[in-house]
């Protein structure tokens, strides 16, 4: 058992170090109120937003959210 929460906690640490590090990758959205809507239409109606480099930082930012959270429930389940 000592063994198991050992190894969970470490892909834990991992896995929010590279949350922390995708969240930070993303580009600001402050860029005023008309950037934000100009920038925002662009990006919500865009064809191509997935393949973007903006895209996978989303898409990467919600498997890790996704994976931090299941890993941290199995972690206090076993603790």
Do not use: R
């Amino acid at each position: 058992m000592g063994a198991l929460k050992l190894i969970l906690t470490i892909i834990l640490v991992i896995a929010e170090l590279f949350l922390i590090a995708v969240v930070l990758l993303q580009p600001g959205k402050s860029a005023g109120l008309s950037g934000s809507i100009a920038g925002g239409a662009e990006t919500f109606f865009g064809k191509h937003k997935a393949k973007s480099f903006e895209g996978k930082l989303e898409l990467l930012t919600k498997i890790s959210a996704a994976a931090f959270i299941i890993i941290a429930v199995i972690l206090s389940i076993v603790s």
